[in-house]
């Protein structure tokens, strides 16, 4: 009995060991098969992962998601969560949006390690709501210089008046006759968020690209504007597609291909979800969306190309 003892108090220190390689950040290979050499049967090739695999799974079993990256395990989520308030989560989506403008990287990269160690320690939701936060935080105080531009917006925006934009895009000089939406603040730039109109699109617009902004006394119709679409669905996707509550099946046709009627969808929403299918969905109408969905395919081909050269 004594000897059973002693191995699984072994077991455990060793366990211990390796969650405080996790927890540094330092778990690396050869210093985790240092720990649990002394379990490895020399004699077989395939006992090593298979002590490594062991002990990893002992750890998932607590709900800690660990993976292995290059040379180094990484934890990916905490077996605790550290209870946090909204004031807290947004300290901490400050922090890490403010951050970004650091001249000094190392101090960057600490404050960053810092912030990462805080975040595997909070629960999902408080994840999703940290999200939330960095990704739309005002940071209006880094904008004194274009104070004049932010609050003739602001007016704009309460309004909600037909307006036409004239803005600056890659040398060229666009103009779009758009609902006004919200101003988005980051540490680098302020947009105007916009409804396009004829695009049936948002568009999120630099201020200090902004050269003019003309306003009607006419009254849009709400952003979420919605119409039919029609689309074809083929192959393996319209054997499994699962039609929501806004559609309705209209075709079954002899290839196996399905048409789906769709009312009341966003065309944001719509045309992302769309795109998602590739070439296993086809839009048969309206045309403009046809013509929407092939431009953002080739904007997103031309992005690739250029990342790739």
């Known amino acids: 009995m004594a000897n059973s003892n002693e191995k699984l108090n072994n077991g455990c220190l060793k366990i211990f060991k390796f969650l405080n390689l996790l927890y540094e950040d330092k778990a690396y290979y050869e210093d985790v098969i240092n720990i649990f050499k002394d379990d490895i049967n020399e004699q077989s090739d395939n006992n090593l992962q298979v002590v490594l695999n062991k002990h990893i799974n002992t750890l998932r079993v607590f709900g800690m998601k660990i993976s292995k990256q290059n040379n180094k395990y990484t934890l990916e989520n905490s077996m605790f969560s550290m209870p946090l308030t909204n004031e807290d989560l947004k300290s901490i989506s400050i922090l890490s949006k403010a951050i970004e403008n650091f001249p000094d990287e190392i101090s960057k990269k600490n404050v960053n390690e810092f912030i990462n160690t805080i975040i595997m320690r909070i629960n999902n939701d408080d994840k999703y709501t940290l999200t939330n936060y960095t990704n739309n935080y005002n940071f209006p105080f880094y904008y004194k210089d274009i104070k004049e531009q932010i609050e003739h917006c602001k007016t704009i925006c309460k309004n909600k008046c037909l307006i036409e ?128 969905m092939i431009e953002t395919i080739n904007e997103t081909l031309e992005k690739y190309k250029e990342e790739k050269s």
Do not use: W
């Open 165 to 292: 934009v004239t803005y600056k895009k890659n040398k060229k000089i666009l103009k779009t006759k758009c609902q006004p939406n919200e101003l988005i603040y980051d540490t680098k730039t302020v947009k105007l968020s916009v409804y396009d109109t004829q695009k049936h699109s948002t568009l999120k617009i630099p201020i200090q690209n902004i050269l003019n902004i003309a306003e009607f006394h006419s009254r849009n119709l709400d952003k979420t504007i919605c119409t039919t679409v029609v689309f074809r669905l083929k192959g393996k996707l319209a054997k499994v597609y699962r039609i929501r509550s806004h559609e309705y099946l209209r075709d079954n046709e002899p290839d196996g291909s399905i048409i789906i009627v769709n009312q009341d969808e966003p065309f944001d929403e719509l045309i992302t979800r769309l795109m998602r299918y590739r070439n296993l969905c086809e839009i048969i109408s309206p045309k403009f969306m046809r013509d929407k």
